[in-house]
């Protein structure tokens, strides 16, 4: 039977959908399907805060319900910086509403980093100084401190899909030599999946790309088999059918 996987889509990220199509290419049966609210930059002031209200991204949901799809991600990490409880409320919500199953990025990289047993987390984001303080401080309220973390200091959301998957890998490369066992790249516009499975076999640390573990976590709760997607990274060899 087919499936489909909403995912609600930042509205300036050029960076998600073109990757999990490319990641669901080949795999029967299951399909992507992508609604967009409006996101421009990524900051802790009150207006960039007020994007990720849940009266505009509760909206993009509903529209892909008419899609009749079996399970919803919200494909962004606000909630490492708002809070992870603002992702449970929103996935209650969705759920409520639209009847399927409801997950997040920020909610999948942390269940991605506890499946795998990680105890020193890397970090690796675009974001700037003040937001990756506040992302770390809001991970280690969940007993994920970072140990390790790399940054560029950018705000515009756009540009954040124009970094070369070179700088991510040196950023990935920098944070493993500090200790780290698995490396979260929190942000679902930087253009890392496909560098996973090799630096993985590189570095022998597990690299957590954001869209990859939405789409990992996604499937789970669509009960899709994951194995054919081994390819892509350590995680797709995890269970996704956490509850």
């Not at 795999?27 to 009150?46: K, P, Y």
């Not at 909206?59 to 919200?74: E, F, G, N, Q, S």
């Not at 756009?158 to 700088?167: I, K, L, M, Q």
């Not at 929190?186 to 869209?211: H, Q």
């Amino acid at each position: 039977m087919r499936k489909r996987l909403g995912m609600i889509t930042p509205s300036s990220n050029s960076v998600l959908e073109p990757v999990t199509s490319a990641m669901l290419h080949g795999v029967a049966d299951v399909t992507a399907h992508f609604s967009r609210f409006r996101v421009t930059e990524i900051a802790l002031d009150a207006a960039a805060l007020s994007q990720f209200d849940a009266s505009v991204m509760l909206p993009a949901a509903d529209l892909l319900t008419d899609a009749k799809v079996d399970a919803i991600a919200w494909n962004g990490t606000s909630a490492s910086w708002l809070g992870i409880g603002r992702d449970r409320s929103l996935c209650e919500a969705i759920t409520a509403r639209a009847g399927v199953p409801a997950t997040t990025s920020t909610l999948a990289c942390i269940d991605a980093a506890r499946s795998l047993g990680a105890k020193r987390v890397g970090l690796v984001s675009p974001y700037t100084d003040d937001v990756q303080r506040r992302i770390a401080d809001v991970w280690a309220e969940e007993g994920i401190a970072p140990h390790a973390e790399r940054h560029l200091g950018l705000r515009d959301n756009f540009s954040f899909g124009e970094v070369a998957p070179t700088t991510i890998a040196d950023m990935i490369r920098a944070v493993a030599a500090e200790g780290a066992d698995a490396i979260v790249i929190l942000c679902t516009n930087l253009d890392a999946a496909a560098l996973a499975a090799s630096l993985e076999r590189e570095l022998d640390v597990a690299v957590l790309d954001s869209v990859a573990v939405t789409l990992w976590r996604t499937l789970g709760l669509a009960c899709c088999d994951i194995r054919a997607l081994a390819g892509w990274g350590r995680i797709f060899q995890t269970s996704a059918a956490i509850k």
